[in-house]
């Protein structure tokens, strides 16, 4: 059975950068078969995809974040990292990982979803 759990602060300050983690189960994380996203949803706002890594550890971005986001893996622990420089307020949100399946392009699998708050 294929899980993902989000892991990290719920409260970051304005300026910092916040570090989450999503650990997976069920499905190593090496190979080429998935890629890993992360997707955000700020209060009364629609989903947004924030990036993905995908096979050769080639990443994609969203264009309105590209300057302040990075997602990494470490595959000894299978699991896989967001990291958001420079949060503001606006950053506040419920961050998601989810599995990608290239064959119909879509997510398959979520986390149940953290809530990050930026506030001083």
């Known amino acids: 059975q294929v899980q993902l759990q989000e892991s990290g602060p719920g409260l970051v300050k304005p300026s910092q950068t916040l570090s989450l983690t999503c650990t997976v189960s069920?499905?190593?994380?090496?190979?080429?078969?998935?890629?890993w996203s992360w997707i955000r949803q700020p209060p009364g706002k629609g989903l947004e995809w924030m990036g993905t890594i995908a096979w050769g550890d080639n990443t994609y971005y969203n264009p309105s974040l590209k300057s302040r986001v990075s997602i990494s893996r470490d595959t000894s622990k299978n699991q896989f990292t967001l990291q958001l420089s420079s949060v503001t307020p606006e950053d506040t949100a419920v961050y998601y990982c989810a599995r990608v399946d290239p064959r119909f392009g879509g997510t398959d699998y979520w986390g149940q979803g953290t809530q990050v708050t930026v506030s001083s």
């Open positions: 069920g499905v190593s994380i090496t190979g080429n078969d998935y890629a």
